[in-house]
């Protein structure tokens, strides 16, 4: 409450507020504060017009006791923090979700392209134990169109395999098309590669 003479704020006439300023109140809010019947007493003032100016000293003091602008500059700043902060904590978790979900994707993708992959790998496997059928009996034309359906398979595998086994399934590439050649030239060879080559595929058709 503001520390101005009663004359200033409450309109008190110079002769009351000497009277009042001999009975102890010399502010709005020692006015405010007085027991009026005592301060009636003490300054030989009517008890109603005290109580007036009572109820003038009050109103004063609540609306002299608004917050100030630096106060007031404080609590927005810091209200504006703790709004950043928590849209940031939000932002977070909602990234963090994002994130996880999007882990959760790439574990399901990857789940299912070594699905197909092993699955390419048993149906190569058939069809090299083909090739091999035909190798035992000298028919290398036969060979030679088993094996492509091999090479056909594994070029699928290529297509649809995981990151950590892409570097495998380049090699059972060119393990097949090594074969191809030598199933090609009739080569005595060709069989130690079928064999290789049916090793790799079981490996990779066999859930790990």
């Known amino acids: 409450m503001s520390e101005n003479k009663l004359s200033d704020v409450l309109g008190v006439d110079q002769s009351a507020e000497d009277s009042l300023s001999r009975a102890g109140v010399h502010t709005p809010q020692e006015l405010a504060e007085a027991d009026a019947e005592s301060l009636a007493m003490a300054s030989g003032i009517p008890i109603d017009r005290i109580r007036d100016w009572q109820q003038r000293a009050r109103r004063a003091g609540s609306r002299g006791a608004r917050r100030s602008p630096v106060a007031t500059g404080w609590m927005v ?55 091999r059928l035909a190798l035992h009996n000298k028919n290398w034309g036969s060979a030679q169109v088993a094996l492509s359906e091999v090479r056909e398979c594994v070029a699928f595998m290529a297509d649809v395999a995981p990151e950590g086994k892409r570097k495998e399934v380049t090699k059972l590439r060119d393990s097949v098309e090594q074969l191809q050649r030598a199933a090609e030239e009739q080569s005595e060879g060709a069989m130690d590669g079928i064999n290789a080559l049916e090793a790799a595929l079981d490996e990779l058709a066999s859930p790990e």
């Open 77 to 131: 700043a810091i209200f504006g923090l703790l709004i950043a902060v928590l849209l940031g904590w939000i932002t977070m978790t909602i990234g963090s979700r994002r994130i996880k979900q999007a882990e959760q994707i790439k574990v399901v993708a990857e789940s299912r392209l070594d699905i197909a992959l092993r699955f390419a790998a048993g149906k190569a496997t058939d069809e090299l134990r083909q090739a």
